[in-house]
């Protein structure tokens, strides 16, 4: 198995390189976006998650010997479209959201510029991974915010596909988790990892004791106990019994949480363990957190709720062809014009517009003609919010790796600041800020 | 970046694997099993999927020079630990149901089999790999019920992340789909690959007359034209004029799909092209093609709702340990007791009973002390449903790769013919049969 990201497309995007590479087309300069036409869910702002893995993926969406074999071979394309892709990097350009940013429907989140035949193929990688990575960090912003000082922890890799899972834990730290117990994301990304124990560490010895006792010798006082395999108040009792009244932790599993939460608090308290914190991890989302508000939690491990997007696994974001040029080299603004699925042709400038500091609308400025498409000088109180993620060809390596992730964690926990308080809340209602659409013909 | 699949794993794993090399425990004989304590989503069937790449990713796990580094220079674990970890592979067994086997609540869809350091490293990727893609497997299946005999392809790769993508399309032929849009899918396993063309391709032209010349130019007149970009009506007046009545197909991606389904056929056949087949791809689900079912439509392009399981994106399932040896060499079964999270103890077998080839119960034999575990020739009228997968370290190819995929497609069809009628309603219930716990102690 290769590198290359070559093959994670659809079909149809080589065949209508093909059909453009014979017609002529393929090399008329195009503006491909990628954006939301809604928030899924009655969310009440998205957040943008993916960008620095797209662009490490990009480097490696190269058509090498192993893909141009399959494609020949399957009679996917013809001799003159894979001489094209044997020479084929992407050598446009790419405008975008920073990652971490918040997003609204329409917000222009990529914006990718290049010949049609650049920018056509990368459509499904560009997809999938914003769609997923977004997805994610949208639900765990909601538990973040849920959680306020609390710290959150990703538990979900079992319940994702392998590799997902690894970028699943990106996307909740850059939301604002502070750990994920996935190691190939902390290899990746220098995510802090962290774990507790199974109940099959319990099962595997004799008795509970045993089981404290062996992982206290192994990893010392300070760590997490899970104490609800046999009876909660025993395992308690065993737990401080062992490890003495510094035990760091200890992990509540099951049962009613905010009853057994104060309980075991009040059982802590009594024992002398008083600095002994408690972790809950059973089935959380936004709902469940929120309603620990007023228990005595110190952690939330949240597992399947976030890698799943908490209901809405997929952010529902589009590509689309949105200006190209025509024969003479003149701009045309382009949209598929049947009535249920709308989208606004045209290039397209963003800015957060402020006051005081909250935001009060995502503005869009469109222009079909490429002329001056608004600047920040235009909005006093606006916030630009696209950068050049790839400027012809040249990926900027700031926003991939570990820098990158780190920084995306900082931006979004920044610019979270700028939303109104009603942006906040959990239940299901319309985005907290309009988009507004300046036509600049 | 390394092949390597073993930081696919939740930290705890080696941190309770470093606590029982240090306690002696980890040596203990222990079988461990992946079962789903119910079916997501009121379903009355789930189906297997990802056991052929689960034993390929099974190969890749070993610690290499980088994973060791990392666990390492982040203290995960310790000197002792690394040194067991670096000649670790697994060197147990697996036994467990083909993939595309009809699983039920309680089924021991794997059982694991080796010491407990064998078996305790494993839980995150094979949870990951099974809880992913028997989710999608699952929705696949209920929407190729529905779909009858007409064909279903996967093209839901831009709404999954980009390796996961590439798994649900393989989970979706598994469990009857006939084709997937994702080129890497293809490559990895021979599922055949479809596509059409993108709105963005009538865009590129100046008409769509020229977009549709183009692509017959280009893919010959068996091709399937997007007719919905502008006006339906005549979008189809015009891939008629342009191909002649032996186009292949028009592709219908918006609008109410009964209504306009029905027009076109009717239109084409007005224009002749009685043999032009109509592909329908809007946000299709298992209901929505249930409804189509009396409409003139041949092909279903399916997206979303088939890789994010149609509201289901994860089975549910979880990796327990059953039995373990205590410290004289006899075995103990094990559960955990706390009350909300029931599970059985004990190593087991599993049979579907059938009566006339009818299913009429999932019977699990459970036997703590390993003893005689039921056989087929106990109950005559009954199908034995687990395999050797890994036989001490052995893993067996026939279940990996391309031949693998194609024999779990055609023992999910096979299997699927003894479900009774009342499995195949979509509406939630009950799963289809009992599962019948019979204890031979």
């Not at 943008?48 to 797209?54: F, I, K, N, Q, S």
């Given at each position: 198995?290769t ?12 065949t209508?390189?093909?059909a453009a590479?014979?017609?002529g ?8 976006e990628l ?41 996917v394309?013809?001799?003159?479209t ?10 446009g ?7 971490g940013?918040?997003y609204?429907p329409?917000?222009?989140?990529l914006t990718v ?7 056509v ?14 997805a ?9 915010i849920a ?8 538990m979900?890799?079992?319940?994702a ?10 996307a909740?730290?850059i939301a604002g988790?502070?750990?994920?117990s ?10 802090p990892?962290m ?6 560490w319990?099962?595997?010895h ?12 192994s990893?010392?006082?300070?760590t ?10 025993e395992?308690v009792?065993?737990?401080i019994?062992?490890?003495g009244?510094?035990?760091g ?8 949480l ?5 309980a075991?608090?009040t059982?802590?308290?009594?024992l002398?363990?008083?600095g ?14 929120a ?5 005595p939690?110190?952690?939330?491990g ?6 799943t997007?908490?209901?809405?696994p997929t ?9 190209r040029q025509d024969?003479d ?19 397209k ?12 609308s ?8 490429f ?5 920040a ?10 950068v050049?993620?790839?400027d ?7 926003f991939?790796?570990?820098a ?8 979004h926990?920044q ?19 309009p988009t ?5 013909d």
């Amino acid at each position: 198995m290769t590198s290359s990201t070559a093959l994670l497309t659809d079909r149809y995007e080589l065949t209508m390189l093909g059909a453009a590479l014979r017609d002529g087309t393929a090399a008329r300069p195009s503006v491909f976006e990628l954006f939301a036409r809604r928030l899924s869910g009655g969310r009440r702002f998205g957040v943008v998650a993916g960008t620095g893995r797209l662009l490490s993926l990009l480097r490696d969406f190269r058509f090498g010997e192993d893909e141009l074999r399959f494609l020949r071979d399957n009679h996917v394309v013809d001799a003159g479209t894979l001489t094209y892709l044997e020479d084929y990097r992407f050598t446009g350009s790419i405008h975008g959201y920073r990652e971490g940013e918040l997003y609204f429907p329409g917000s222009p989140i990529l914006t990718v510029e290049g010949s049609f035949a650049d920018a056509v193929v990368l459509e499904t990688l560009a997809l999938s991974v914003m769609n997923h990575d977004s997805a994610v960090a949208t639900a765990a912003s909601r538990m973040s915010i849920a959680a306020g000082e609390r710290p959150l922890s990703e538990m979900g890799s079992r319940r994702a596909a392998e590799m997902s899972a690894v970028a699943a834990a990106r996307a909740a730290y850059i939301a604002g988790f502070s750990a994920t117990s996935n190691l190939e994301a902390g290899r990746r990304w220098d995510i802090p990892t962290m774990g507790t124990a199974a109940h099959s560490w319990t099962l595997l010895h004799d008795t509970e004791e045993e089981a404290f006792r062996a992982q206290i010798d192994s990893l010392g006082t300070d760590t997490t106990l899970l104490v609800d395999t046999y009876d909660i108040r025993e395992g308690v009792n065993t737990a401080i019994r062992v490890a003495g009244t510094e035990l760091g932790g200890v992990r509540l599993d099951s049962g009613d949480l905010p009853t057994v939460a104060a309980a075991v608090r009040t059982q802590l308290d009594e024992l002398g363990a008083t600095g002994t914190r408690i972790t809950v991890t059973s089935d959380l989302d936004e709902y469940a957190i929120a309603a620990l508000a007023a228990s005595p939690v110190d952690y939330y491990g949240v597992g399947t709720s976030v890698v799943t997007g908490s209901g809405y696994p997929t952010a529902g974001m589009v590509y689309k062809l949105v200006a190209r040029q025509d024969a003479d080299g003149g701009w045309v603004a382009v949209a598929k014009a049947s009535t249920d699925k709308g989208s606004k042709g045209g290039r397209k400038a963003a800015f957060r517009v402020l006051r005081d500091g909250v935001a009060t609308s995502e503005t869009v400025v469109v222009s079909d003609g490429f002329e001056a498409l608004g600047s920040a000088a235009e909005h006093p109180d606006s916030r630009p919010l696209q950068v050049t993620l790839v400027d012809e060809g040249d990926i900027d390596a700031s926003f991939e790796g570990a820098a990158g992730t780190a920084a995306a964690r900082a931006h979004h926990l920044q610019v979270r600041e700028e939303l109104p308080v009603r942006a906040l809340a959990l239940s299901k209602s319309d985005p907290a800020i309009p988009t507004v659409f300046l036509d600049r013909d």
